[in-house]
């Protein structure tokens, strides 16, 4: 009787684990959080003038402002990319497409991130044809008309670069795509904070890109279910 109850625990006990094995998540539970902020003198983003495409000039209230440096209170830094760029490099970016809008003749957002192989589509919201135009020197370049309603361009890169992005039509537009090899990434907002979060233990370099101000990275060290602060300042020139 003892050897058959015994042998039963003994098939559970490895049923169970067999079980948790099979259903272990790969991602960790560390955090590493903080803010982007500059001291010294930004320069002052400049009103723009879209009077020669009234239909994306009717579009704004107020006007569109230029968005190479874009401040918030407490000196933050909006659109800066924070990633992991050496340590556990997350997952692979399967099929979830990131999309780039042409809307008011401006690039929303500002700022797209993405990995090597994952889907972009790139709409134009708008009643008149834009040029885009991805400056890529490291990925292909090229550019492609998209006269309104015209089916959304379906692409994708397939190396790491910042790719500055304008329009062959429309001077004043300007994004950037940043393509990245890893899915630990965040773009802050205008109160200059990120969050990477669901992060394995580990040892880590972490990156802070800003278009203008290049980047800057420090070494941090995460343990399991651990939230690390850190900051990033950059020097703000008013160039
Ligand atoms: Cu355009």
Known sequence: MK???????AVIVAVSSAMVVAAAPPAGNATISGKVTYTGTPPKMKPI???KEPSCAKQHATPVMTQNVVTGPGNAL???VVYISAGDQGSTPGTKTVEYDQKGCEYIPHVAVMQPGQPLEIKNDDQTAHNIHPLAKVNQEWN???PPGTAPIETKYDKPERIPVKCNIHPWMHGYFVIVNTSHYAVTGNDGSFKLADLPAGKYTVTAWQEQYDAQSQEVTVGAGETK??????KALPY
């Open 229 to 234: 602060n850190i900051t990033f300042t950059f």
């Open 78 to 80: 909006e659109y800066v």
């Open 3 to 9: 050897t058959k109850y015994f042998l039963l625990l």
């Open 49 to 51: 003038d879209m009077s």
């Open 144 to 146: 492609k008309s998209q």
